[in-house]
């Protein structure tokens, strides 16, 4: 059977870039610099399909649920109208949130033997307790790197690599946001970009001493035939869209 895909809206994107969509069921990587309005595009994705009736989920990391919801005004896009359809998991208290919910479950158990492998259980269990009762189909992480500095991954191939096999378990499509590594950092460090089915790389171009435009690339898109060229990533009234980039 044909796969089916998941759109993100942004004019030109799925359909020149693409090809078509995102496949269903897909870990998708949005990676890039601050600046590079990573948040703004993941979000941008859950909020328009929330719109055409496809639940997500929103878990922020970094900062407030607040502090989202008013960036999200700015950008023009209404969160009022999806706040059923796509609610938003504030953990921006990170391990301090975390570590009040493990109290309340009770002590460590003999599966969860470390604070870190408990904090992970009580994380992967809300978002299990909020699928079920919401049933969202889109999941984004905002970001990856906060992620990894709340669970302090000790073996960070080996959890980073079951971490991605739930998310796929959990049968939704989900991105992770996050920075651009350092040049020097190690090869454990792009662990995630092997694990993922999709990368979507964003950046701010020098165009002039002064001047700078984003792009956008897609890097990678498992089962799908993208076109991997860069593109300007233009945002005006409310929309996203992508342009041919001209050196």
Known sequence: MPRAFVKTHIRGFDEDVLRGGIPQGHVVLIRGASGTMKSSLAYYVLYHNALEGTPGLYVTLEQSAGGLLEHIASLGLKATSVSDALPILDLSRGREYLEEMIAKVGALSPETATPGEALLAVLKGKILELRKKRDFRLLAIDSWDALELIL????????????????????????LISEEPALEAPPTALEEEFLADGIIHLRLEPISETAFQRRV?????RSVNQNSDDHTLLFENGRFEVARAIG
């Open 152 to 175: 302090e991954f000790a073996d960070r191939r080996a959890e980073t690599f079951g971490w991605f096999e739930w998310l796929r378990d959990l049968g939704v499509t989900s991105f």
């Open 217 to 221: 690339q897609c890097a990678k898109m």
